[in-house]
């Protein structure tokens, strides 16, 4: 609003990648998405349409917030337990997609008009089957004795293919600007879907999964923060 030009996406980008649903609705136009529901009263669940395993998490959250070890869940009974959890303590509504039990990836993307990813990781669980592990926030905050990274990740070059072209697709979806980070998860065929974008990922050169994918790549520090502002300076003609 006051025309100072910087890096990053627009307002509308930040506020529909923040609702995970809308995100999913958007993006499904040229990508596959898990199928899901979004729940905003304990009163009025319906399952009908979704196979078990389902994932229960906030709509409106970022960084894991309110994805827990619990939010897997077997059972309609266990189902409603966790939805109702999770919009009592959220203060507004749970998004049930069905369970993707294949390997869990995030996808570094940089640029605008022809948009590139940098690298792939592998996020593995060290310590439950792959088929019931969930990324959550206990899982983050002890991730030294919980995963372990793997760039690039251990799957097939043609998989690896897919989720490249899925990662960009979702990045111009989603009208993202300069860098965003791309959650995708295999399904159990093997088969890459987009789960969600942080268009504002974070930078921590120590604990960031942008960071670290990229370092895996031979991308250091100093390098990656300048491939952003050189992608925002083209973006903005100021280069």
């Known amino acids: 609003m006051l025309e100072i030009p910087y890096v990053g996406s627009d307002p509308l980008t930040m506020a529909i990648t923040l609702d995970k649903n809308m995100a999913k609705r958007m993006a499904s136009t040229r990508v596959a998405v898990p199928a899901g529901k979004v729940f905003s009263s304990v009163d009025q669940i319906d399952f009908s349409g979704l196979v078990f ?14 994805i827990r070890n619990f939010s897997r869940v077997d059972t309609i009974e266990k189902a409603r337990e966790v939805i109702a959890w999770t919009i009592n303590e959220y203060h507004g509504p749970a998004l049930v997609e069905e369970f993707l039990p294949g390997a869990e990836c995030t ?7 022809n948009p590139h990813v940098i690298g792939i990781m592998e996020i593995a669980p060290k310590n439950v089957p792959l088929d019931q592990f969930v990324y959550s926030l206990e ?24 989720i ?8 111009k979806a989603l009208d993202c600007r300069d860098f965003s980070r791309v959650d995708i998860r295999l399904d159990g065929k093997g088969k890459p879907r987009f789960i969600e974008v942080n268009p504002l990922p974070g930078l921590s050169p120590y604990k960031s999964d942008i960071v670290i994918l990229a370092r895996g790549m031979g991308i250091e520090y100093p390098d990656l923060v300048g491939r952003i502002l050189n992608a925002a300076f083209t973006r903005l003609h100021l280069i």
Do not use: C
Request: glycine share 8%; charged share 25%; aromatic share 6%.
């Open 53 to 66: 395993p389902l994932l229960v998490k906030p709509n409106t959250e970022g960084s894991s917030k309110g």
């Open 107 to 113: 996808v570094g993307v940089i640029g605008n008009e």
């Open 139 to 162: 899982t983050k905050r002890d991730w030294k004795n919980q995963v372990e990274y793997h760039i690039p990740p251990r799957l097939p070059m043609t998989t690896l293919k897919e």
């Open 164 to 171: 490249e072209t899925l990662a960009i697709e979702a990045f």
